[in-house]
C-alpha cells in the first residue's frame, strides 16, 4: 500500500452496541449471512472516515472498552452469540471476520495494560499479572474456544502454533533483517487474526487489518504488559528472526471446533 494512500477506514464498532438497538427476537434468531454483516461494525459502516492512513492511530481503534458491560457480562454475550450460529447459511468469511472482531475489539480490550510476568497466570483482566502464553490460551478460552489454558501455556510457541493449527500446516519465517521479516508477513497473511511464535521463548497474536500488521501481546520489554503495537515498532518482535504463524480466525477446523465447542487438543512437547 502507498505511503500516502488514501482509504475508507471503518472504525468497528461493538457488536453488541449494535445488537443492543436491534429487537430481541432478531437477536434470539440463528444468524444468517445478513444478520452477520449487520452485527459487525467492520461491515456496517456506521462510522466511517476517509484520511490517510498514515495520519490514524490504528492501534486506538482495537482498545475500546464497552464501558456499559463487565468482562464476565462479555465473555457470556459472545457464547451467546457462538449458540446461535447457523453453519449451513453464513460464509466462511463472515465467520472469520467475526472471530476476529468478537477477539480483537471484544476480548483484548479488557487486557491491555495488564502487567506481564514470567509466572503470571490469572484470568481477570489487570487483576494480577500475565505471563504471554497465558494470555493466549486465556483469552482464546474466554472466547469460547473449548482448550486447556494451563497445558497450552507451558508450551514452546512452536508447540502452541501447531496446537492452535489443528492439524493445518504452520508456517516458519527467518530472515536476517526485520524488514525481510515485515515483508514476508505482509505477504501471506490475509486480514485476520493469527497466532506469532517468537522463536523458542515469546508468544502472542499478529493481527492484519488496513492493510497493516499489528502485535498483540503480554510485553515483557520493561514490563511494559499486554498491549498492541504496529509491528515495526514492536521491540519484542525486533528482537528475534524466525517466528512461527499459525492460522486462527481463517482456520475452518479451528473455527468449527469453537462454534461445536469441540475440544482443541494440546501438542506437548
Same mark, same amino acid.
Given at each position: 500500500?502507498?505511503?500516502?494512500?488514501?482509504?475508507?477506514?471503518?472504525?468497528?464498532?461493538?457488536?453488541?452496541?449494535v445488537?443492543?438497538?436491534?429487537?430481541?427476537?432478531?437477536?434470539?434468531?440463528?444468524?444468517?449471512?445478513?444478520?452477520?454483516?449487520?452485527?459487525?461494525?467492520?461491515?456496517?459502516?456506521?462510522?466511517?472516515?476517509?484520511?490517510?492512513?498514515?495520519?490514524?492511530?490504528? &492501534?486506538? =481503534?482495537? *482498545?475500546? !472498552?464497552?464501558? $456499559?458491560?463487565?468482562?464476565?457480562?462479555?465473555?457470556?454475550? %459472545?457464547?451467546?452469540?457462538?449458540s446461535?450460529?447457523?453453519?449451513?447459511?453464513?460464509?466462511?468469511?463472515?465467520?472469520?471476520?467475526?472471530?476476529?472482531?468478537?477477539?480483537?475489539?471484544?476480548?483484548?480490550?479488557?487486557?491491555?495494560?495488564?502487567?506481564?510476568?514470567?509466572?503470571?497466570?490469572?484470568?481477570?483482566?489487570?487483576?494480577?499479572?500475565?505471563?504471554?502464553?497465558?494470555?493466549?490460551?486465556? &483469552?482464546? =478460552?474466554? *472466547?469460547g !474456544?473449548?482448550? $486447556?489454558?494451563?497445558?497450552?501455556?507451558?508450551?514452546?510457541? %512452536?508447540?502452541?502454533?501447531?496446537?492452535?493449527?489443528?492439524?493445518?500446516?504452520?508456517?516458519?519465517?527467518?530472515?536476517?533483517t526485520?524488514?525481510?521479516?515485515?515483508?514476508?508477513?505482509d505477504?501471506?497473511?490475509t486480514?485476520?487474526?493469527?497466532?506469532?511464535?517468537?522463536?523458542?521463548?515469546?508468544?502472542?497474536?499478529?493481527?492484519?487489518?488496513?492493510?497493516?500488521?499489528?502485535?498483540?501481546?503480554?510485553?515483557?520489554?520493561?514490563?511494559?504488559?499486554?498491549?498492541?503495537?504496529?509491528?515495526?515498532?514492536?521491540?519484542?518482535?525486533?528482537?528475534?528472526?524466525?517466528?512461527?504463524?499459525?492460522?486462527?480466525?481463517?482456520?475452518?477446523?479451528?473455527?468449527?471446533?469453537?462454534?461445536?465447542?469441540?475440544?482443541?487438543?494440546?501438542?506437548e512437547?
Amino acid at each position: 500500500m502507498q505511503k500516502n494512500a488514501i482509504i475508507t477506514v471503518f472504525l468497528a464498532q461493538s457488536l453488541f452496541l449494535v445488537a443492543q438497538s436491534c429487537t430481541s427476537d432478531m437477536f434470539d434468531q440463528n444468524y444468517s449471512r445478513t444478520a452477520i454483516s449487520n452485527f459487525t461494525g467492520f461491515n456496517s459502516g456506521l462510522i466511517k472516515e476517509t484520511m490517510p492512513i498514515d495520519t490514524i492511530d490504528c &492501534t486506538a =481503534l482495537f *482498545m475500546r !472498552v464497552d464501558s $456499559n458491560k463487565t468482562y464476565t457480562q462479555t465473555k457470556a454475550e %459472545i457464547l451467546k452469540i457462538k449458540s446461535k450460529i447457523d453453519r449451513e447459511i453464513i460464509t466462511e468469511d463472515s465467520l472469520s471476520v467475526l472471530f476476529t472482531d468478537l477477539l480483537v475489539q471484544k476480548i483484548f480490550p479488557y487486557w491491555y495494560g495488564t502487567p506481564w510476568d514470567f509466572n503470571g497466570y490469572t484470568a481477570v483482566p489487570n487483576q494480577g499479572v500475565i505471563a504471554c502464553g497465558y494470555f493466549v490460551s486465556t &483469552t482464546l =478460552l474466554h *472466547m469460547g !474456544v473449548n482448550i $486447556n489454558r494451563y497445558k497450552m501455556a507451558q508450551q514452546l510457541p %512452536i508447540h502452541e502454533a501447531q496446537t492452535v493449527s489443528c492439524g493445518h500446516a504452520i508456517q516458519e519465517i527467518y530472515n536476517e533483517t526485520i524488514e525481510e521479516n515485515i515483508a514476508q508477513l505482509d505477504t501471506i497473511l490475509t486480514e485476520g487474526i493469527y497466532f506469532l511464535g517468537f522463536d523458542q521463548s515469546h508468544v502472542g497474536f499478529i493481527l492484519k487489518k488496513y492493510d497493516r500488521l499489528f502485535v498483540i501481546h503480554a510485553n515483557y520489554i520493561g514490563n511494559g504488559g499486554v498491549a498492541v503495537e504496529k509491528i515495526e515498532e514492536s521491540q519484542a518482535f525486533a528482537s528475534y528472526r524466525r517466528f512461527y504463524i499459525a492460522e486462527i480466525s481463517t482456520n475452518k477446523i479451528l473455527i468449527k471446533k469453537w462454534i461445536l465447542n469441540e475440544v482443541v487438543t494440546v501438542i506437548e512437547e
